[in-house]
């Protein structure tokens, strides 16, 4: 057997990382704390060292850009002494003399992974990957040679990664740590300080002290969901059968659809629950409706689905028609700054099923703005992340819905006029 020493040394925090028996592994830290270093690590480590043929592993970024602006400058450091090893810069790999392979790829092209193998790879910020990056392609790629996966990233709110930070907590198949700036002591007190007066405490909290909790820079409806929260508008909100139910949809085309269902009732707005998938048909959501045995007054999308489909001839409409959803309303193509102003207006009014709405909540809380990172100032457009399904439909839902007018008894009249 031959013997190959890597050039890394590493923190002492993570040598139970480069340890672990488990198949998964979620890593949350602090920023400057070395997890991308530790990751390219142990997927070179384990591109030498799995007792196969043609062991293939991978480094995810949300984008190829970052892929190869954060990481790849790591591999060819790390790899540069290893006799045998040759870099190939256009498709950001090394080849290694054992017949193992180590490449960079960006979520944002995931259909590039498309028909691979993989025996361990890295997904870095998982939350910001397409959605259906690991589901559909990512994860297939590990099942036939029952590959190891590890996400590591910083908490950017209670989204995907939270979820997976969560579900790890009491799995034995999972390492899970979580590295705080204030315990790891990696950087010292005097530039926290000045850091947390620069950055104010909630961009602080979440980026060195990895709080899921903090609130979100440039969120839209922070304000709004915050008092939702401190007003106890955030409980249980039970489906009221004397009430119709409306729905607003955003409907994404190979990306994922969401729903909200709302009942009005007086000035109350009751969220009574809350849907989203990707990668399925309009017959999928079309049943998920039916299933849910709700009385349906309203059904509110975007002006898009009136659209013709090339391959069918038909727009979404029809087909929602064709599958018997009925009473469809089409929301007002307005600007989405109005739309935005509109949801604000009516999120004081609104009471949130905790249960159902988890994911719903979270995307409201977290729709931000986005931001220009040369010109160090806010667009004037939202950040088109996972928040955004569920934040478009809300919108849909402020500006679409449109009450049944109740005129009571039609009046009487005679020739003379009214009897």
């Not at 954060?70 to 790899?79: G, N, P, R, S």
């Not at 910020?125 to 559909?136: I, L, V, Y």
């Not at 104010?200 to 909790?213: H, K, V």
Request: with cysteine.
């Amino acid at each position: 057997m031959t013997t190959r020493t890597i050039r890394y040394k590493p923190r002492k925090l993570l040598k139970p990382f480069h340890k672990r028996s488990e198949r998964y592994a979620i890593i949350v830290a602090h920023r400057r704390f070395g997890k991308t270093v530790a990751a390219i690590n142990d997927l070179i480590r384990d591109a030498l060292t799995i007792p196969r043929k043609n062991v293939r592993v991978a480094y995810i970024a949300p984008y190829y850009r970052q892929a190869k602006a954060i990481a790849w400058d790591y591999l060819l450091e790390y790899t540069k002494d290893i006799e045998g090893s040759v870099a190939n810069a256009s498709e950001l790999r090394v080849d290694f003399p054992n017949g193992a392979r180590i490449r960079l790829f960006g979520a944002d092209n995931y259909d590039a992974m498309r028909g691979l193998y993989f025996d361990s790879v890295v997904a870095d910020e998982p939350a910001d990957f397409p959605a259906n990056a690991w589901p559909t392609v990512i994860r297939p790629a590990l099942a036939d040679r029952k590959g190891r996966a590890t996400f590591i990233g910083t908490p950017k709110g209670k989204n995907e990664f939270w979820e997976i930070w969560h579900e790890a907590q009491d799995d034995p198949n999972w390492y899970a740590e979580m590295f705080r700036a204030s315990e790891t002591s990696i950087l010292d007190q005097e530039e926290l300080d000045e850091a947390r007066q620069t950055m104010g405490d909630d961009r602080y909290d979440q980026e060195f002290e990895c709080s899921f909790e903090a609130a979100i820079q440039g969120a839209y409806y922070a304000k709004e969901m915050k008092a939702a929260g401190e007003d106890g508008r955030i409980c249980a909100v039970p489906y009221d059968r004397a009430a119709s139910v409306i729905t607003a949809f955003d409907l994404g085309i190979g990306d994922s659809t969401a729903i909200w269902f709302a009942q009005f009732v007086g000035r109350e707005v009751r969220i009574i629950d809350y849907y989203e998938n990707s990668g399925v048909g309009l017959d999928h959501y079309a049943k998920v409706l039916l299933d849910k045995e709700y009385q349906y007054e309203q059904h509110i999308l975007p002006h898009d689905v009136q659209v013709k489909e090339l391959g069918t001839g038909k727009s979404r409409l029809e087909t929602l028609d064709a599958l018997g959803i009925r009473n469809i309303e089409i929301a007002p193509k307005l600007a989405v700054e109005d739309g935005i102003q509109a949801a604000r207006s009516m999120i004081p009014r609104c009471w949130f099923d905790e249960s159902k709405c988890t994911r719903g909540i979270e995307a409201l809380r977290q729709y931000r703005r986005d931001y220009d990172e040369r010109l160090k100032t806010w667009r004037g457009r939202p950040l088109h992340d996972w928040t955004s399904h569920g934040a478009d439909a809300f919108r849909y839902l402020a500006v679409g819905y449109k009450p049944a007018a109740d005129w009571g008894e039609p009046i009487r009249r005679n020739l003379r006029g009214i009897a």
